[in-house]
């Protein structure tokens, strides 16, 4: 699995704890910024990761910024990108059994580091369920679709 990482310097601390714990799994990872705390645009660093997941160029994302929901706004304008944001471990396993997520949102200045953690290790491991649920995660295609034939 490769992952793609990113933040704002609102989730920069919480992001150094994400890519030591994917080290820790021996997961690969890109860290697609930002590379310190100086205050930046989370669509700068959130839209390069989410559109690198859309091009299949990595399995998942993980977007960090203080509260999570700036990066989730942005990864989620892209196509193909279905960005959960998630504060607990029960959202994380559902993002991934229901919805199929493929980016991971987080908030630094909502939940600590432990929490982080085991939201990430549940939501790497989960699988997706398929089935009834692969029928609605097609429907969102579908809206992408409409909207681009649209254009
Ligand atoms: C930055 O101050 C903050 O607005 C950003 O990290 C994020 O929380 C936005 O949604």
Not at 68 to 88: E, F, M, T
Not at 99 to 118: C, F, H, K, S
Request: one cysteine or more; a negative charge.
């Amino acid at each position: 699995m490769r992952v793609a990482v990113a933040s704002d310097h609102g989730g920069f601390h919480l992001k150094k704890v994400v890519l030591q714990y994917l080290e820790e799994l021996g997961i690969e990872y890109r860290d697609f910024g930002t590379y310190s705390e100086a205050s930046c645009d989370y669509p700068d660093v959130a839209r390069p990761a989410a559109e690198a997941v859309a091009r299949g160029e990595y399995d998942r994302g993980i977007i960090i910024c203080g509260t999570g929901i700036g990066v989730s706004i942005v990864a989620n304008k892209v196509p193909g990108v279905r960005a959960a944001l998630c504060h607990d471990t029960f959202s994380a396993r559902m993002s991934r059994e229901h919805n199929d997520a493929n980016v991971l949102t987080m908030g630094e200045r909502v939940i600590g580091p432990g929490l982080a953690r085991d939201i990430v290790a549940v939501w790497l491991r989960t699988e997706f369920q398929g089935g009834r649920h692969a029928r609605r995660v097609n429907k969102i295609s579908g809206i992408e679709n409409d909207l681009c034939r649209e254009e």
